[in-house]
Structures are given as structure tokens and as C-alpha cells.
Nanobody
């Protein structure tokens, strides 16, 4: 079992930045793809981006160039740096782990095995 705990959310003005952290425990996540998702009120949970075990990253188009995912396998941590935030980025952000070790580029909610409780990000315009 892997436990994930997100932190770093809050209220920020449009154009500002936030850095979310995801702390993993229970198992090392060094071989897992780690993803970030978000869910706005009344909407489905959507993929934001992910980092493969190798450290390579991929993102949904709406955040490319603004968001950056990184990981520290030694500390069992994953980060989401969010810059140039927009009001449409307002959502609860979730960290997730794909423990399958076989998916090349997981982006679907059902492709991730472990989830954190989420952290609220609110961007005021």
C-alpha cells in the first residue's frame, strides 16, 4: 500500500504561483509513474500531468509551459510547480500513483492505483 498526502494548496491571485507537494509513504515510489489530477466543482477529475519513473514528464495541453512536475525519489516526494495561474486552474488537486509498472503514459483516472486526499487551489481573478 502507498499513502499519498498533498500539501501546498491555497488562495493565489491570477498570474501567481504555487508549489504543491505530494509525500508518499508505505513503499518507495521510485518505479511508479506519478500523476497530478484536478477536479473543479461540477466537473470530472482531469489529468494535469505526470512523471514517469525515469523522470520524464508529460502534460495536458492547457498547462504546458506553465506547470512543471518533478520528483525526488530519495525523499519519496513529487512536486507540481504552477506558474502563471489562471482562474480556470481553480480545483482540488490530487496526487496519484500508477503501480502497474507497465503503462507507458498513464493519463486516465482508472490507470492510477493510489490517490491522495487532495488539496484546494483557488485562483482569484
Amino acid at each position: 500500500q502507498v499513502q499519498l498526502v498533498e500539501s501546498g494548496g491555497g488562495l493565489v491571485q491570477a498570474g501567481g504561483s504555487l508549489r504543491l507537494s505530494c509525500a508518499a509513504s508505505g513503499r518507495t515510489i521510485s518505479h511508479y509513474s506519478m500523476g497530478w489530477f484536478r477536479q473543479a466543482p461540477g466537473k470530472e477529475r482531469e489529468f494535469v500531468g505526470a512523471t514517469r519513473w525515469s523522470g520524464t514528464t508529460y502534460y495536458t495541453d492547457s498547462v504546458k509551459g506553465r506547470f512543471t512536475i518533478s520528483r525526488d525519489n530519495a525523499e519519496n516526494m513529487v512536486y507540481l510547480q504552477m506558474n502563471s495561474l489562471k482562474s480556470e486552474d481553480t480545483a482540488v488537486y490530487y496526487c496519484a500513483a500508477d503501480a502497474s509498472l507497465v503503462r507507458l503514459q498513464p493519463t486516465g483516472v482508472d490507470e492510477y492505483d493510489y490517490w491522495g486526499q487532495g488539496t484546494q487551489v483557488t485562483v482569484s481573478s
